[in-house]
């Protein structure tokens, strides 16, 4: 009996521009497993964000398919792509993109409040409790200008995952970070995995960061040049290896 990936992508294509098409990505193909912890890399302009952005239908691809847990999505208008990336994706980005004016637990609890499934209380509860684990809890009232840098993309991840997607997509989420902050994040998705059985996808040019991660898709010039298995264990957090004193 076959298992359904995560995410798929088939012969997929995008080009931009009017006129004369510039193409991004050339016919990929491309299967993330559930529960697994995948790097993407390559020189800018490899097409990494763009096959990110697809896999997370956030964008549309000139040609070829791209499958979210079995389902096609090219189909999908925007309104369902939408009400699927709700439940079933988060995403974490280079820029926080917190809120200023908001706490940290209210700026969690934003996408939450989108959702008929979710109420006020329940969405609180859940900010609570994932910047606890994520180390924040001590946090939870102060503004996005009363944080560190890493701490306010502590906060972007939490925002992230407190709905509980099973699918993680991230792009660069350690760009703007110092190297602790940044094995920090590192930690903190190898945990997630471990512990949650998530599939996290992320955009990394960090080359330490890629080889912590179980399998890396290597882009260049819109294709896949290669796929690196490291095939590293999913290390505990806490552990001497670990710079994240979280636990869940």
């Known amino acids: ?144 200008n009363q944080l560190s840098g890493g701490q306010q993309q502590r906060v972007s991840i939490a925002r992230a995952i407190a709905h509980r997607p099973r699918i993680l997509l991230a792009d660069e989420p350690t760009g703007n970070l110092d190297s602790a902050a940044g094995e920090a994040v590192i930690d903190i998705f190898e945990q997630l995995v471990r512990d949650r059985g998530m599939t996290i996808v992320m955009v990394t040019h960090e080359a330490s960061y890629a080889k912590r991660t179980q399998r890396e898709i290597r882009l260049h010039d819109g294709r896949i040049a290669d796929i690196v298995s490291h095939r590293v264990p999913l290390r505990a957090v806490g552990s001497p290896t670990s710079t994240t004193p979280v636990t869940t």
């Open 1 to 144: 009996m076959s298992v359904t990936p995560a995410l798929e992508a088939r012969q997929l294509v995008r080009e931009l521009g009017d006129g004369v098409k510039t193409r991004i990505l050339h016919g990929l193909d491309l299967t993330i497993a559930s529960g697994e912890l995948v790097s993407i890399t390559g020189p800018s302009g490899s097409g990494k964000s763009t096959l990110l952005y697809l896999l997370g239908a956030l964008d549309r691809p000139t040609s070829g398919e791209v499958f979210i847990e079995g389902t096609p999505i090219n189909p999908l208008d925007d309104l369902a792509r939408g009400a699927l990336r709700g439940v079933r994706l988060g995403f974490v980005f280079q820029f926080h993109f917190l809120l200023p004016e908001l706490t940290a637990v209210e700026n969690v609890m934003i996408p939450m409040l989108r959702r008929k499934d979710i109420g006020p209380a329940d969405a609180r509860q859940r900010a609570v409790d994932v910047l606890t684990t994520l180390g924040l809890g001590d946090k939870l009232a102060h503004r996005p």
